[in-house]
C-alpha cells in the first residue's frame, strides 16, 4: 500500500493551500483516513479524520474552521483544503489510512512519506 502526499509548498499567512493524498494498493472506501501534522519539537498530531462509515469527520480545535478533509473513493484520493493558513501551522503533513474497516485511524495504518507546509508571516 502507497500513499503519497503533494500539494505542500512555502506560502504566505492568510492563503490557502489544498493537500492530496493519492492511494494505491487498497480501495479508501471503507477505511478511515486521517491527516496528521508534525512540528519540529513536537509530537505527530492527528489534525482531521475522515471516517468511511456515514461519512463523519472531525478536526482538531487547532484547525476547526479552517481546514476540511474530503474523500474521493472514485479517484482512491484524501484531500485537505486548508484556509487562513497562520505561521503555527508550519510542519510536515502526512496522510494515513487505517489498515482495517474496524481499525480506526488511531489503530494500525498506513503512512504516506509527508508532505512540508511553511507558512511565512
Known amino acids: 500500500v502507497q500513499l503519497i502526499e503533494s500539494g505542500g509548498q512555502l506560502v504566505q499567512a492568510g492563503t490557502s493551500l489544498t493537500l492530496s493524498c493519492v492511494v494505491s494498493?487498497?480501495?479508501?472506501?471503507?477505511?478511515?483516513a486521517g491527516w496528521f501534522r508534525q512540528s519540529p519539537g513536537k509530537e505527530r498530531e492527528l489534525i482531521a479524520e475522515?471516517?468511511?462509515?456515514?461519512?463523519?469527520?472531525s478536526y482538531a480545535d487547532s484547525v476547526k474552521g479552517r481546514f476540511t478533509i474530503t474523500r474521493d473513493n472514485t479517484d482512491n484520493t484524501v484531500y485537505l483544503q486548508m484556509n487562513d493558513l497562520k505561521p503555527d501551522d508550519t510542519a510536515i503533513y502526512y496522510c494515513?489510512?487505517?489498515?482495517?474497516?474496524?481499525?480506526?485511524?488511531?489503530?494500525?495504518?498506513?503512512w504516506g512519506q509527508g508532505t512540508q507546509v511553511t507558512v511565512s508571516s
Open positions: 494515513a489510512l487505517a489498515v482495517g474497516s474496524n481499525a480506526g485511524i488511531s489503530g494500525p495504518k498506513y
Open positions: 494498493g487498497r480501495t479508501i472506501s471503507r477505511l478511515d
Open positions: 475522515a471516517k468511511w462509515a456515514g461519512g463523519a469527520t
